[in-house]
């Protein structure tokens, strides 16, 4: 008897855990935005040549993958932009869940890039 009042209390509370999501979907806009300012003013495209140039992905699509991808310099520092992309990938994330987001599911692909002018820029076929 008593297990089975133990077991029915733990689950009571278990059952009353608190959503730890309290940001609105206009609150996770804001925040993506504040983070993509930082993402720009990171970003490094000055290059001499092609070599220099990568594309890193960013945000998530409901059913997967990046929504874009993003074209800098290896000369940016990558370990800050992965950090500051993997932050706002989670907001997109939880974005995508509160407002039950929908996606047309194409595969966004790295975009093929060059050294143009001395920046590093995509490249359309």
């Not at 504040?34 to 594309?55: H, K, M, P, R, Y």
């Not at 932050?87 to 966004?108: F, I, K, M, P, R």
């Amino acid at each position: 008897m008593n297990k089975l009042i133990f077991l029915t209390m733990l689950l009571v509370f278990l059952s009353c855990k608190e959503d730890d999501s309290n940001s609105s979907p206009d609150d996770l806009l804001h925040q993506m935005e504040s983070i993509n300012e930082q993402i720009e003013a990171l970003l490094i495209t000055q290059c001499a040549d092609g070599s220099q140039c990568v594309a890193s992905p960013i945000g998530v699509k409901p059913c997967g993958g990046p929504t874009k991808f993003i074209v800098h310099s290896s000369s940016t520092d990558q370990e800050k932009l992965d950090a500051l992309i993997e932050q706002y990938n989670e907001l997109n994330a939880e974005y995508n869940t509160e407002t039950n987001a929908g996606s047309d599911c194409s595969v966004v692909t790295a975009p093929e890039m060059d050294c143009i002018s001395g920046t590093c820029q995509a490249v359309e076929n």
